[in-house]
């Protein structure tokens, strides 16, 4: 820590910052553009003027940037004399010379961190009375819509996509005053991070086209905090709500996770969670017919079902939360559960929560993996399958030119001399896969094969490694070397990271990736480290209450093991052939589902049950890293419409189990549930201690979901009537649905539902709720981690063997960002940005069939005819066909499928 002295008072701050994050964190208000805590300081605005002086008997002082200058103990500063406040003022009034001054069209209106700083100067009349320049704007796809004219100059936009992202389509283009931020021409932006210019740029030139369909301001939504469900990473999100559907959503700040970033996905997927045709009240065939019925009688109807059934098969689902699954259990039974997963993903799963219960193996965080030196991938494509991963790898691969400015004495959040370091001194990435994926233009080398070749290269390494281990044969001697040249790699970093996951559905990968981690560690040189990725939001929570595979539902039901199945929030035609999923299915009678979207599934059985999605509810889901983390309610959509009939799917199985059973209903809110849990599975407990209650208060406060500006309460029903209607009380949480409540960073809340804080309205009010700008909540990070306590036992190494099929072409996944999720594809604004499903086979293969570019081949698999066109992978390996596995009509079944014969279709 250094003192400084700052207008007249003194102050510690962190000699490691600049002086404009400096001031910050210790709550000074300092006007700023340019810079940002992940983008570091290149002085491009001019706005953040102070004036500094040589010693106390300085009168005059020296204006510097303070985004450019660095802590020196002692430093005397004043933010608030004349000099720099009048400087600062005439300088926006720069800035905006060219701007249209358009505000109250503006949709970052009231968001604008223009606007605050504008009103922070005090500027408030233009004396520009010429023409100004104007800009033609792009297209820049569904996503972005893009007004250039209100641009200021400040190269947030490019540090961030081009240099942050290493997006290669948006730049900078013109000289002097007349300069353009944009592409070379109109087209989609191709980072899977661009949404987050829209939070980059201070002003509106980049702004959510999502929101402006069906837009109101800032103030006049209500807010919830909660976790991102497309992916295993579990980044923390701000969902913005208004007439009970989702207006927008926003990048809520944690240190270990996301902080200031998420993915497209996640911003923009969220369409599916208000569709008009979703199901709304429950129903049931009778004599054939669709029956609407009343909650009663949907209670009554299914006790009638377990009356009528003695032996219920329940179906839980990775996408839904603990708290949804364990009810379900409870229900059918410890020996009726299923988990709804593969045997293929049941097994992978088992070998990862291995790791986490038993084995002394490091897991990092997602902001961790951004400090390893030598990355090591297999089997993962991690820019479509967890693309916020990808981006922490991006900079964990840029960060030597950090360490190498440090050594020089540069300081870190110099921006353009690391920028020019990490031209030419990168971190190592090693990656394994089928064919290319989008990381492979920052890797040092990349090994594409078959999984079975990519898990015998990787115990070529664990044998470099360790001798002890089984030497590896049938390799040329170019990967021998290879993987010696790894080996020796991973053993003189200073920290090593291995990435592995369950999308190949291989347990031979994930054993390698345990097996080089484990022999690394053995030699106690380095610190190693393991992530595994896995397929949904709440994997290993699901994982760690256990059940049966979908298979052996399946079977038990075919055998007359069991008489009906409860499907819960589960579509089995993502996991089976449609042919498969008819026999499953092919007696409604005995079918129950419970879900919020119209799946195949939910239309075929003969009771279903509506309930609430992830913005509708509360819950708790467990993320990639084995941390706990709840998610709240945004919005009552029973108060938003009366005639709907949705409840979340714990509270529909608790009261069909207590009225089935004829005992008092024991879970009243979202608290009992995890009490239960909790007690049943003690690795639960945790997150009953650590996670806050709805008794939760801050000074006898429940929390406010809306800003304090919130002024459209009375009109939310004018359209049904015109009295004013009490809001609902939230029994399950501490939030209040008003503005009502505490709404201030404070060290005991950290779920904050939206960054707001008088003076700043943009996401930059972050800095008012970090203890030190760019690092920790003044709370500290939300969530607790389930397994960092546990007691280990000495890791042990794992065999297997490669089973080699040659015979036959054989059937493995590709993922793309878009379509692959299941309920995003719900979403019509992804709809429009999937990519239509394509056969993915090798080079050499297509020139064997004769095959052209723009052939299409068909073939049968699982009682099904498939008919696709083709794309030509170079590095792909002969006798493998790509599917896109999860998306509609390919199901996980799919994998690993052998296909005796491939043939060109004639049209």
């Known amino acids: 820590m250094s003192k400084i002295y700052v207008n007249q008072k003194k102050y510690y701050v962190n000699k490691s910052h600049n002086l404009l994050q400096a001031c910050l964190s210790i709550g000074l208000d300092i006007p700023y553009f340019c810079w940002h805590p992940k983008l570091g300081s290149i002085g491009a605005c001019r706005q953040c003027a102070v004036t500094q002086y040589n010693n106390l008997s ?7 940037m303070s985004c450019m200058t660095p802590i020196i103990d002692g430093s005397i500063i004043s933010t608030n004399d004349y000099t720099s406040k009048t400087f600062r003022k005439n300088i926006v009034e720069l800035l905006l010379i060219n701007h249209p001054h358009d505000c109250p069209v503006c949709e970052e209106g009231g968001n604008c961190h223009l606007q605050d700083m504008t009103v922070m100067n005090k500027h408030h009349i233009r004396n520009y009375r010429f023409l100004k320049r104007t800009h033609k704007n792009q297209y820049l796809g569904s996503f972005i819509k893009h007004e250039m004219n209100r641009c200021i100059g400040c190269y947030r936009c490019i540090r961030y996509y081009k240099d942050y992202a290493d ?4 730049n900078v283009y013109g000289t002097n005053s007349n300069i353009y931020f944009g592409r070379i021409e109109d087209g989609i932006l191709e980072n899977e991070h661009s949404g987050n210019l829209i939070e980059i740029c201070p002003t509106g030139v980049f702004t959510d086209k999502t929101h402006s369909k069906q837009y109101n301001r ?15 990473i579990g980044c923390n999100i701000s969902i913005g709500e208004r007439y009970g559907e989702i207006r927008r959503i926003e990048n809520r700040y944690h240190q270990h996770i996301n902080h200031y970033f998420i993915c497209d996905l996640g911003r923009f997927g969220y369409s599916h969670n208000y569709l008009k045709n979703r199901p709304k009240n429950p129903s049931c065939i009778t004599h054939k017919k669709l029956k609407v019925l009343s909650f009663n009688e949907a209670i009554k109807e299914a006790v009638n079902f377990f009356r009528r059934y003695k032996n219920i098969i329940g179906v839980g689902s990775a996408r839904a939360t603990i708290e949804n699954n364990f009810a379900l259990k409870e229900l059918v039974g410890e020996n009726n559960f299923s988990h709804g997963m593969s045997l293929k993903e049941e097994s992978c799963l088992k070998l990862v929560l291995n790791v986490f219960k038993n084995n002394d193996l490091y897991i990092p965080s997602l902001k961790e993996i951004e400090d390893y030196d030598v990355i090591l991938i297999l089997g993962e494509d991690l820019t479509q399958t967890s693309p916020r991963i990808a981006l922490a790898v991006r900079q964990a691969i840029k960060n030597k030119a950090k360490d190498i400015a440090e050594l020089n004495g540069i300081p870190k959040w110099n921006a353009n001399v690391v920028s020019n370091i990490a031209e030419n001194h990168k971190n190592s990435l090693y990656i394994t896969y089928t064919h290319e994926t989008k990381l492979d233009d920052i890797s040092d080398w990349c090994y594409f094969a078959p999984i079975h070749d990519q898990s015998k290269f990787g115990s070529a390494i664990a044998y470099n490694l360790d001798n002890s281990l089984p030497s590896v044969k049938d390799l040329s001697s170019f990967l021998l070397k290879q993987a010696a040249v790894i080996s020796k790699k991973l053993l003189n970093a200073k920290k090593v990271l291995i990435i592995s996951g369950t999308s190949s559905f291989s347990t031979s990968i994930i054993k390698t990736a345990i097996n080089i981690a484990i022999s690394i560690k053995n030699k106690k040189i380095n610190h190693i480290a393991l992530t595994f990725l896995t397929s ?10 256990g059940g049966i595979s979908i298979e052996q539902a399946y079977q038990r039901l075919s055998q007359k093991k069991a008489d009906a199945i409860i499907f819960m929030e589960y579509d089995l035609y993502r996991y089976f052939s449609q042919y498969d999923c008819e026999n499953f299915l092919r007696n409604k009678n005995n079918v129950l589902v419970i879900d919020h979207q119209y799946t195949n599934t939910y239309k075929n059985a003969s009771l279903n049950l509506p309930c609430l999605n992830f913005s509708e509810s509360s819950g708790t889901i467990i993320n990639f890293e084995g941390r706990a983390q709840r998610f709240f309610q945004v919005y009552d959509p029973m108060f938003i419409n009366q005639k709907n009939c949705l409840y979340e799917s714990w509270k529909w199985l608790h009261l069909i189990h207590c009225k089935f059973l004829n005992k008092e209903i024991s879970w009243l809110n979202l608290d009992d549930v995890i009490t239960s849990y909790s007690n049943k599975y003690p690795i639960f407990k945790k997150i009953k201690t650590s996670l806050p209650n709805a008794d939760f208060r801050i000074n006898q406060q429940k929390i406010a979901r809306s800003p304090n500006r919130y002024s459209g309460r009375t009109a939310l029903k004018s359209h049904i009537d015109i009295h ?23 060290k005991s809340l950290s779920y904050i539902p939206f960054a707001w804080f008088p003076g700043w309205n943009s996401p930059q009010a972050w800095n008012k709720f970090q203890a030190e700008v760019g690092e920790e909540l003044i709370s500290g990070d939300s969530g607790v981690h389930l397994f960092k306590d546990n007691k280990k036992i000495k890791d042990i190494y794992l065999s297997f063997k490669i089973n080699i099929k040659k015979k036959y072409w ?3 996944p590709y993922y793309h960002i878009f379509g692959n999720e299941e309920l995003t594809q719900y979403s019509s604004i992804i709809q429009e940005n999937i990519i239509i499903p394509y056969a993915l086979i090798s080079e050499l293969d297509a020139i ?4 052209k570019k723009d052939s299409t081949i068909e073939f049968d698999c699982l009682n099904k005819n498939f008919c696709l066109n083709i794309r030509v992978s170079k590095n792909l390996h002969k006798k493998q066909i790509g599917l896109p596995i999860g998306r509609k009509g390919f199901p996980i079944d799919l994998v690993g499928k052998k296909i005796k014969y491939i043939r060109e279709f004639i049209k």
């Not at 997006?167 to 948006?170: E, F, N």
């Not at 800032?218 to 992916?231: E, F, L, R, T």
């Not at 949904?536 to 209450?545: I, P």
């Not at 004013?724 to 404070?746: A, L, Y």
């Open 58 to 64: 300085d009168s005059q002082g020296r204006l510097i």
């Open 167 to 170: 997006g290669k389509d948006l």
């Open 218 to 232: 800032k103030w006049d939504m209500q807010y919830a905090p909660s976790i991102c469900q497309s992916c295993s």
């Open 536 to 545: 949904c939001s709440n994997t290993l929570g699901l994982g760690l209450l």
């Open 724 to 746: 004013e209607h009490s809001q609902p009380q939230d029994v399950n949480t501490m939030f209040s649905f008003s503005m009502e409540g505490f709404n201030q960073p404070n």
């Open 810 to 812: 054989y059937i493995i």
């Open 848 to 851: 064997e069939i004769g095959l």
